[in-house]
């Protein structure tokens, strides 16, 4: 088995969790990894693909599911042994992932230190200045979209393993940011083209434009054999685990699969990172790239010939138009009785005829989830972050769903929003209460709580005017997201406050609304009421927890009357680690369990079937063309 020619690496949030006493917080509640956000991105995917086709071999080792999955699990220790042809490739989309990402760079320099190190994502697109000037990193990938520089970028690597590629060669990589070398006999820098940036330690960099943003997702998203044969290849299914799962279960019996409609959003909510206006600013997208509906309803498909369980869409159906929904659906429809998996739609805002289109799904599939983000019952606090349906719209779109066999509705509220008190946030957890019990028969209309968490998104509306929508932002710099993902408490990992509510009352409104939110729940028969009283449990141990914390914090800044010195450090650090064994027990999750994400799914017969996988990937293979 020859080595592959470049690594993915998908770092823990903190890299040393395991040893660290931290209070995670419900930062992870609504998603279905835990707060070390172990889910790698779904570019991933398509990255390995592209690669792959193009004669470039991948191999994607998530370090953050394995140590989750084994205290024995050596990540430092693996990270030695792997010995990649080209380069390592380390996400950094979610800034969560600003202390694990860096550290992870340093093994992969400690032991292999001619190999680059090339970073991607999001955040490292958002603050790509800061991160190129740390040493570990060589190279960095702006954008949404980076399979095509990637490629040349590898290619460039693996042509010239001997030697240090020219920089002129360098310079014709879109979206690329890179470090220029000096010349060896004369100490000056070579001249490529690029706009050059020099820091205070005169590194020089060059930042190449960002042009490649392409229009369409129709080349390489999707299409997850080229992954599993990659597993197949070199024996080793468990890196590839996208999340680690939660006590109930493993994702392998449980194989939540995404597909993805496109890159970009229609919509600017002002707190998201994801929003028009955001990627317009750090990835240069000016408006969404849509895979083609065929297509999508094609992606669908075929994940049903190897597994039974939920297919995620991710991206609502009708961002690019009624007639781009239809067409899914329709293709759906045609091979309806054929696969009985529960499909789960996001709406982005409510639908404007919704018996029509919600009697429309039910007819392309079987099985049909929903989902929606109101954030709040207050019309006026929705408006404000961007979404103007009104809650007469939500009913309606609860009513007719359900109507039509909708098996679950979720609806996903948020905390730390402009104009909101805490208050107004117990206000929508009564109103949740009300839609549980004139909607929730069967369980199917299940509300969530959420503060927003640990940060606000850099790049958002919101971020980079806080003042117009009352927010503070408290940090800006890579370092400083870096140093608060180490933070005791996710309290003081919190990036902003409102002139509503400081980062405390944040904390405090996030435990009240979701004691109240599950006791609601119980009242509704959502959850038993011996779960029920597990989820109290937890709340109330993490109130008490935030109180310790907050004490023990004190030692080490001097607001109990000390010096703050190397010895109060020390003693604080003594008394986190009396915490870790309670703390640990958060670790999962706080006021949401993991189980009421799930969807209606019995979980026998759910599991992947490696031969059925195989024999999956070998007929795409053939049908490819080898």
Known sequence: MSNPDLILLHAPAVYDFRKRAILYGPIADGVPSTPVFEMYPLGFFSLLEHLER????????????????????????MV???????????????????????EVAKICKRYHGSTPVIFGGFSA?????ELIRCPEVDFILRGDSTEEPLLQLMKTLLQVRRRRPHDFEFAK??????????????GEVKV???????????VKVRVNPLTHVPARLNKSVNNYFPVFKSALKYRDLKSLI???????????????????????????????????????GYCNRRKPAFRDPELVAADILRTTNYTRAPIFVIGDLRQAGEKYARTVLARLKKKRANFENQLVFELFDTVPNPREYFELVAGSVKNFNFEISPDSHDEKIRAAVGKRYKNREIEENLKWALQAGCKKFDLFFMIGLPFQTCESVMQTIEWCGRLMKKYGSGKRVVPFILAYSPFLDPGCVAYENPEKFGYKILFKS???????MLSPSWKYALNYETEWLTRGEIVDCTYKAGLRLNELKAECGLVDRASSEVTAEKIRLAVELTSEIDEIKKLNDGTDGTD??????????????????????????VINEKEGLEWPAARRSLSLSVLRLLKAAVTEHFKRGG
């Open 54 to 77: 193009n004669g470039v071999r991948v191999r994607i080792v998530n370090l953050a599911a394995r140590m989750l999955g084994s205290e024995e699990f050596d990540a430092e220790k």
């Open 80 to 102: 030695r042994r792997l010995k990649p042809r080209g380069a390592f490739g380390i996400d950094f989309h979610w800034l969560p992932h600003a202390q694990g990402s860096l």
């Open 125 to 129: 697109s958002y603050f790509y200045e």
């Open 173 to 186: 990589i879109p979206n690329l940011v890179w470090k220029e070398e000096e010349d060896e006999s004369s």
């Open 192 to 202: 490529s083209s690029g706009e050059v940036k020099v820091s205070s330690g005169e």
């Open 242 to 280: 996208p999340f680690h799962g939660w006590s109930s279960h493993e994702w392998l019996d449980y194989p939540i699969t995404p597909v993805l409609t496109c890159r970009g959003c229609v919509h600017n909510c002002v707190f998201c990172g994801g929003s028009r206006n955001a990627l317009a």
């Open 478 to 484: 890579l370092e400083q997201y870096r140093a608060a």
């Open 564 to 589: 703050g010195t190397d010895g109060t450090a020390q003693t604080q650090h003594q008394k986190m680690m009396r915490l870790k064994p309670k703390l640990d027990l958060l670790l999962n999750s």
